[in-house]
């Protein structure tokens, strides 16, 4: 399908009313990083809506304005206007956020950090662009349900695909439809249908992608663990257009997966002693065309590329408060399933947090990979933040250490004690943040206020909910004390 590019309002209205199109749905990314949205008819597609934008109450919208303080702007992005493929008659838009009283952009708006990231990194003249290249992994389940009150608390998943389901006896006119081909826990990497249920359901995932929304798609795959575990890696493009892209991206996968009557999450840990979902990401500095963590140093990287490595490590801790920000995060984040704990540089190994790719040898291919972070972070803030932390390293000359080639997990105990790691909770990740974000402020990218704005808002929101309320499995450790 081609991709429909629109100049002014006129454009964007002739097309409404060509493809028989009457709503525009105009969505944006609140503090956490969840796409919110307002529907405007076409009597509503005009200039103004384009250059002014339209109204909205930011005290309703999570980590946001004061009530006293409400009123604020949605003022859509024209390029971005597109078919939305789950809703008949609707195209959708992504806007920015602006302040009605001073005409500026909004501190707090994540894509606007994230556009005054990339600002910076010109300003530096250290390069002219960033690339990003996330692996976005997410579940699709065929039920879930949850329930927590004073007295009681639950959750249970669902996949026909979870091995869990082997001994399931259900029958159908005397018929068992259990047909036993599942992927055994860990062993979700790679197998052909039928043991990969979900081939059909990733394949429409990456069409709508690619021919709906014009995102190149790199490939599609089951992950490693059981119960519906998948991946599907789009090309890299530069932070904006990437981060855009993995709100896109999250869009596409929970609608598709609704229509086979199936969901999609994207939590990092939903299951028990299985992989848990990460968000790998592939990133570089290129300027004038010209990629420049290729080199000479270590695993073929240039100086400037292992700096920014150090600034990645350097303030690993506080970035995490951004990349893994939610309290289930801390679960996926424990050796032996994958997940990188220890901030450490190595090629080829992926059990350190910064991993440098070497499938090949072109100078272009020349990335490093942050292993840590996972899908349920804000894309804008979380590119921002590392680019930020990366751009302090080349600064600074930050000193990556001493590469690791071992397994990482298989470090004696005196070892492991000497490398930094990643904190062990949010709360841990939280109080990082808030003794390590000078790096975060340079150019005023990001804004003492919105840090202070989502320090808060996670405290609030994720840190004491949890700890206040008694887990299941503690009446297993403790009730008979």
Not at 73 to 88: M, R
Not at 348 to 362: G, L, V
């Amino acid at each position: 399908m081609t991709q429909p590019q629109f100049k002014n309002a006129s454009d964007v209205v002739k097309y409404m009313e060509s493809n028989s199109c009457d709503i525009l749905d105009i969505k944006f990314t609140d503090l956490p990083g969840t796409w919110q949205h307002v529907s405007v008819p076409t009597s509503e597609v005009n200039d103004d809506l384009f250059d002014k934008g339209t109204g909205f109450d930011g005290s309703s919208i999570r980590g946001f304005q004061s009530i006293e303080e409400s009123d604020m702007l949605l003022v859509p992005d024209i390029t971005t206007v597109n078919v939305d493929p789950f809703e008949s008659g609707q195209l959708t838009v992504i806007a920015d956020i602006r302040d009605p009283l001073s005409g500026e952009n909004y501190e707090k708006d994540p894509r606007n950090i994230a556009k005054k990231a990339e600002a910076y990194l010109k300003s530096t003249g250290l390069g002219d662009n960033s690339f990003w290249g996330p692996e976005v992994e997410f579940f699709i389940f065929d039920s879930v349900r949850f329930s927590y009150g004073a007295n009681h608390s639950f959750h249970s998943v669902d996949s026909d695909e979870g091995i869990w389901n082997s001994g399931d006896e259900t029958m159908l006119d005397g018929i068992t439809l259990n047909k036993g081909m599942r992927p055994r826990h860990k062993e979700g990497y790679f197998p052909v249908p039928p043991v990969d249920t979900q081939q059909e359901i990733r394949s429409e995932m990456v069409r709508t992608l690619v021919d709906v929304f014009g995102i190149p798609v790199e490939k599609h795959h089951h992950e490693v663990a059981t119960g519906g575990q998948a991946e599907i890696d789009i090309v890299f493009d530069t932070l904006l257009t990437t981060a855009d892209r993995v709100m896109l991206y999250k869009y596409v996968v929970k609608n598709v997966a609704r229509k086979y009557g199936k969901v999609a999450t994207f939590m990092p840990k939903p299951l028990f002693n299985d992989n848990g979902t990460g968000m790998h990401t592939h990133q570089s500095i290129w300027k004038d065309g010209v990629p420049l963590f290729a080199g000479s140093e270590y695993a073929g990287m240039s100086k400037m590329a292992l700096n920014y490595i150090g600034g990645l490590i350097k303030h690993g801790k506080a970035l995490m408060a951004l990349a893994a920000p939610t309290t289930n995060s801390y679960k996926r984040l424990t050796p032996g399933f994958e997940a990188p704990t220890i901030l450490a540089l190595s090629a080829r190994n992926r059990s350190a947090a910064c991993r440098i790719p070497m499938y090949f040898q072109n100078p272009k291919a020349k990335r490093v990979e942050f292993r840590s972070a996972d899908p349920t972070c804000n894309p804008y803030l979380t590119f921002a933040a590392m680019l930020m932390a990366g751009l302090d390293g080349i600064d600074n000359g930050y000193d990556p250490g001493e590469p690791l080639e071992a397994d990482l997990f298989e470090l004696p105990a005196s070892e492991v004690a000497k490398l930094p790691q990643v904190p062990s909770s949010l709360e841990e990740a939280l109080n990082a943040l808030e003794a390590d974000h000078e790096f975060l402020l340079k150019g005023g990218v990001f804004t003492e206020s919105a840090i202070r704005a989502w320090i808060d808002f996670k405290r609030e929101n994720d840190v004491d909910p949890v700890r206040l309320r008694p887990h299941p499995y503690e009446y297993y450790l403790s009730f008979d004390s």
